[in-house]
């Protein structure tokens, strides 16, 4: 049997329903992909965040140009400007793996910066 993560949809159309994406899914994982659903990607995001994986370095899928790898939310003390000097947030580690010979790492750091931004207030995604 093939693991998840063996074949993973392709879609050139981000803005694809859920139903699609749910139906691409059940697809991938009783390995029923075509290759057309799972061939010609640029970029993957691996999440191994929703199996309690905090932190890890994913391989990029050649020929794409990166990966995101996404580890689970966890609440950590930070310092904070109150009364006991810190607070508890949810922190979230992300690693973006690039092809360099595609994508220059100032690029890659560039994406992060924007990323980070849009995960702190996802509300600038709608302005």
């Not at 950590?76 to 690039?98: H, I, R, W, Y």
């Amino acid at each position: 049997s093939s693991h998840p993560s063996s074949s993973l949809p392709t879609t050139r159309d981000s803005s694809r329903s859920t139903v699609i994406w749910q139906q691409l899914k059940e697809k991938a994982a009783a390995g029923k992909l075509k290759p057309t659903e799972f061939q010609g990607g640029t970029f993957t995001i691996s999440n191994l965040g929703m199996m309690g994986i905090q932190h890890f370095t994913a391989v990029i899928n050649p020929p794409q140009s990166c990966i995101l790898a996404v580890g689970a939310p966890q609440k950590k003390m930070v310092p904070a400007d109150n009364e006991k000097g810190f607070e508890t947030q949810t922190v979230m580690n992300v690693t973006l793996s690039c092809d360099h010979r595609v994508v220059d790492g100032a690029v890659g750091a560039q994406w992060l910066e924007k990323f980070k931004a849009y995960l702190e207030k996802p509300l600038k995604l709608l302005l």
